[in-house]
């Protein structure tokens, strides 16, 4: 499983601008006031075989570099109200539209999920509420687009059942350290995918979600497995 840090950028109202990223040497736990004038977003393309995917928020266009599959980048700043958030390929046509109405400190997750031929753009609300001392927040995400229903657990906790497909698990509360994570099927107790030694550190906040194929079609190596972006 990849980790991929994500950070909080200083950037203009619009939701286009100069991207920046996060020092991997950096572990420092302070926590950063939300600003009130803009809505924070990340975006992520977890769509199998989807090639490079441009975010536009209106008419700007978000990430000046494409995004492929398993890419992430943010958190970008957006302006406030009632926005459509869109997806395109490298030619410009769009592939999925979304309408949400940004509000003023909240932070989201915008994912291009599905298969290629039925791709979608879903968003997410994040939480970035700095977790009780000594723990860490991590939430689970079921975004493999033939995983009917999963089920996420560690050898002394479950952290969440029946998860089905585009559904997402509350940001649950958990002491830092490591774990070895295991997916299953919720019908029939299958395992899906284990991820070994997985940190998790104090003071931090996570997401984790599933990508690739239970079953992959002719062609495809993108077999069922996950993602962890930092959110913080």
């Known amino acids: 499983m990849k980790l991929t840090f994500i950070t909080k950028l200083a950037l203009s109202l619009s939701a286009v601008a100069l991207m920046s990223s996060c020092s991997l040497d950096d572990d420092s ?14 975006i992520a393309n977890a769509s199998p075989n989807s090639g490079n995917l441009y975010f536009y928020a209106d008419e700007n266009q978000v990430n ?4 492929n599959y398993t890419d992430a980048k ?25 309408h949400t109405t940004l509000r003023a400190g909240e932070y989201f997750s915008a994912f291009a999920v599905n298969t290629f031929n039925n791709i979608e753009l879903v968003t997410y609300k994040d939480s970035l509420e700095y ?26 906790q479950t952290f969440a059942t029946g998860l089905d497909f585009k559904e997402s698990s509350t940001f649950i509360s958990v002491p830092s350290g490591t774990y070895d994570l295991r997916y299953t099927d ?3 107790g299958a395992t899906l995918h284990t991820d070994t030694a997985v940190e998790f550190g104090r003071g931090r906040i996570y997401t984790i979600y599933s990508k690739g194929f239970v079953t992959p079609p002719t062609g495809s190596n993108d077999t069922f497995n996950t993602e962890m972006l930092r959110n913080y």
Do not use: C, M, Q, W
Request: no cysteine; charged share 15%.
């Open 29 to 42: 736990n302070n926590y950063t006031v939300p600003v009130n004038d803009v809505a924070f977003g990340l």
């Open 131 to 156: 977790p009780e001392a000594n723990h860490a927040l991590v939430r689970f995400i079921n975004l493999s687009p033939d995983a009917a229903s999963i089920n996420v657990a560690s050898l002394t």
């Open 74 to 98: 943010g958190y970008y700043n957006f302006r406030l109200g009632n926005r459509v958030l869109s997806l395109k390929n490298e030619s410009g046509t769009v592939l999925d539209t979304v």
């Open 64 to 67: 000046d570099a494409a995004l």
């Open 186 to 188: 919720t019908a029939t």
